[in-house]
């Protein structure tokens, strides 16, 4: 699976700690494995956010990112639920 990221996404990934974006690469090798899996909670979102999917991170934050197609993901954003929906 390839992912590559838009500036927002690189942006806001330089400003977390060491320890979320471990968990991260953590949640990114099961999403590779399994893009269904329950831990990911991986759901597609509506109104000003349609087109795009959301999976959790941590239970705080979230990525946001669009499936290209099946073996392409382009990671959008990562936040905190209140950063990225509010």
Do not use: P
């Not at 699976?1 to 942006?11: E, G, L, N, Q, S």
């Not at 999403?31 to 991170?57: A, C, E, I």
């Amino acid at each position: 699976m390839k992912f590559f990221t838009h500036r927002k996404f690189d942006k806001a990934f330089k400003h977390l700690s060491a320890k979320q974006k471990e968990k991260f690469y953590k949640q990114i090798e099961i999403f590779s494995q399994n893009k269904s899996d329950k831990r990911l909670n991986n759901h597609s979102l509506t109104g000003k956010y349609l087109g795009y999917r959301s999976m959790n991170v941590t239970s705080d934050l979230r990525v946001f990112f669009e499936e290209i197609n099946s073996e392409t993901i382009k990671l959008v954003n990562i936040g905190t639920h209140s950063q990225l929906y509010g």
